[in-house]
């Protein structure tokens, strides 16, 4: 099953034993597909294997801190043309 027929994101599911909707495109891990390949998680694409918790909450650790900067960048991106709109460079 691929990360977009599975409705739990697996790095959750093994680090925790949680389950977790998977983020899908807000996820750092998630491949946005093409006319060639199909969307889904880089982690199960290239078929890591998660079982072991310590590998997958290292994965799950991994993933927040990429979305996080991901996050911090677009804000500040859109922080920026705010403040060009505005004429004010801050």
């Not at 880089?42 to 990429?66: K, N």
């Not at 900067?69 to 859109?78: K, M, S, V």
């Amino acid at each position: 099953m691929n990360k977009a027929d599975s409705p739990t994101c697996t790095l959750r599911l093994a680090a925790h034993g949680a389950a977790e909707p998977c983020p899908r495109e807000r996820c750092s891990f998630w491949e946005a597909g093409d006319a060639v390949v199909e969307a889904s998680c880089v982690i199960e694409r290239l078929d890591v294997d998660v079982s072991r918790p310590d590998l997958a909450a290292y994965l799950l650790e991994l993933r927040e801190q990429l979305d996080e900067a991901r996050d911090r960048q677009e804000t500040e991106g859109l922080h920026s043309q705010f403040a060009r709109r505005i004429g004010l460079e801050l």
